[in-house]
């Protein structure tokens, strides 16, 4: 089971960016999918949880979605803001229960 | 405030042992998976297991069983991992998480990192 991610985005400041995460095989509504954001040099953080729950503190412009038709999730950020400008890790897990990450998109902010 | 604090960055030749650890506050341990993923230089995260402490019951990616270990000790807060005998390919940082909860099969809190480097 793989998950599959655009290798780059990007976008300019105030507007809204959707980035996708397709699973290989089976529904990927079956099971969560999680986001993660990783800025240059730090750990990831929780971004999106339980498809499209945020974690306090995350705000309310990241928003997460599921497509069954595509068998894809996706991440939107809208009002883009400069300090958005990271990698972004898509994460679910296959019938093994082993967890399995999207390959990271890289988002720029210009 | 959750807090999981890792152990320092390490310098390492190949063929020597190495353990590393990952230490959780704010939160009862024993109650919450503890996870450990790979991020090889300039590539994406991989996981690599996952240690329930409650129990000691372990999971492993099938690429990582018997090249890792990763362990927890209950008394001290604390999850391991090591491995035996170090490869240059094993130069990565390393982050522990935490797993949301016994339904989801994520991460809610991660360490700060312990970059690994493997070199003779």
């Known amino acids: 089971f793989m998950l599959t991610q655009p290798h780059s985005v990007s976008e300019s400041p105030g507007k809204t960016v959707t980035i996708s995460c397709t699973g290989s095989?089976?529904?990927?509504?079956?099971?969560?999918v999680q986001w993660y954001q990783q800025r240059p040099g730090s750990a990831p953080t929780t971004m999106i949880y339980?498809?499209?729950?945020?974690p306090s503190g995350v705000p309310d412009r990241f928003s997460g979605s599921i497509d069954s038709s595509s068998n894809s999730a996706s991440l939107t950020i809208s009002g883009l803001k400069t300090e958005d400008e990271a990698e972004y890790y898509c994460?679910?897990?296959?019938?093994?229960?082993?967890?399995?990450f999207g390959g990271g998109t890289k988002l720029t902010v210009l | 405030e959750v807090q999981l604090v890792q152990s320092g960055a390490e310098v390492k030749k190949p063929g020597e042992s190495l353990k590393i650890s990952c230490k959780g506050s704010?939160?009862?341990?024993?109650?919450?998976?503890i996870g450990w993923v790979r991020q090889m230089p300039g590539k994406g995260l991989e996981w690599m297991g996952i240690?329930?402490?409650?129990?000691?019951?372990?999971r492993y990616r099938p690429s990582f069983q018997g090249l890792v270990t990763i362990s927890a000790d209950r008394s001290n807060s604390t999850a391991y991992l090591q491995w035996s005998s170090l490869k240059a390919s094993d130069t990565a940082i390393y982050y522990c998480?935490?797993?949301?909860?016994?339904?989801?099969?994520?991460?809610?809190?991660w360490g700060q990192g312990t970059l690994v480097t493997v070199s003779s």
């Open positions: 240690i329930y402490p409650g129990d000691s019951e372990t």
């Open positions: 704010g939160y009862r341990f024993t109650n919450y998976w």
């Open positions: 095989s089976g529904s990927i509504a079956s099971n969560y």
């Open positions: 339980e498809d499209n729950q945020r």
């Open positions: 994460q679910s897990y296959d019938s093994s229960k082993h967890l399995v």
């Open positions: 998480a935490r797993r949301f909860n016994a339904v989801t099969m994520g991460f809610d809190y």
